[in-house]
């Protein structure tokens, strides 16, 4: 099986964009990949949501729709993510660019505030910290206005704001402390990825990032809920948050050049 994914992969045919057969990372390295974007994994992925158990539904029922409902997922998909390039430095004397595991936005989200209210979040354990997780986006859009008041008469001007939330959740870590990259209690990892002075330079601004992914069920939720808390004057802005979560192993990140060759791999704790 390996064999034949490495044969693949090496030449550049794969099974559908952003899509591979259940590999290893390292497999991947030196390869030319086809990532998805995260719109293209989401409409991958929409309709396959693990059904909620009826009241009136055996378990043995209930069983078999959730088997089916996984039977059309891909067991891999390449999805790719955001990548900050100032979290990236060449170092001359070892012809190697430095990178934090900042580079990709791996903290930062609180995925409460994307399960509350959608169908998983009594059957998903989420806590507010410690989740392993990867935010894609996270845009806000102001939509509007208007005037608040308070029991006092004093008025406000209040701005609704719609945020976009786009994740890959993952879940808990095998040991609390421990994050994608990070091992418990330990420093942040800096990756070494070596490249040849003469063309790093004109490197750098081509770099890309992905993650392999593995989806698992409930594999897609979207959620729409208020966001924060009550608006007053000292906090006028009304928010409103569209998330849309893939819930998934994240196996890998993955660093290609523009042309989507992979140029570094580092596998997940």
């Known amino acids: 099986m390996s064999k034949t994914i490495i044969a693949l992969l090496s030449s550049a045919v794969l099974a559908g964009a952003g899509q591979v ?7 991947l390295f030196a390869t030319k990949i086809t990532p998805v ?82 169908p998983y979040a009594n059957t998903i354990p989420v806590r507010s910290y410690g989740d392993l997780g990867q935010v894609v986006a996270t845009i806000d859009r102001p939509t509007g206005t208007y005037t608040g008041q308070n029991a006092y008469g004093v008025s406000w001007t209040v701005t609704r704001v719609t945020r ?26 800096i990756w070494e990825m070596p490249v040849p002075l003469d063309i790093a330079r004109a490197l ?16 897609y939720f979207a959620n729409t809920r208020p966001l924060g808390n009550a608006v007053t004057i000292d906090n006028p802005n009304e928010f409103i948050q569209n998330s849309r ?10 660093i290609t050049d523009d042309t989507n ?8 704790n």
């Open 37 to 118: 974007t995260f719109s293209d994994a989401v409409q991958t992925l929409h309709n396959k949501t693990t059904p909620i158990k009826g009241e009136f539904e055996t378990t043995d029922d209930y069983n078999t729709r959730v088997a089916a409902s996984g039977s059309n997922i891909p067991e891999t998909l390449i999805v790719s993510v955001p990548l900050d390039l100032k979290m990236i430095t060449y170092n001359a004397d070892k012809a190697a660019f430095e990178i934090k595991t900042y580079a990709v936005n791996i903290n930062g989200a609180y995925w409460p505030s994307a399960f509350a209210g959608s």
């Open 21 to 27: 057969s259940a590999q290893t990372c390292d497999a």
């Open 261 to 268: 060759t992979v140029r570094f791999v580092v596998e997940t």
């Open 245 to 254: 979560v893939i819930v998934a192993d994240i196996r890998c990140l993955i």
């Open 164 to 189: 976009r939330f786009d994740g890959i959740f993952e879940g808990p870590p095998r040991s609390y402390g421990m994050t994608l990259f990070q091992p418990k209690d330990g420093p942040a990892p």
């Open 204 to 219: 750098k601004p081509r770099l890309r990032a992905a993650f392999l992914i593995a989806p698992k069920a409930p594999f």
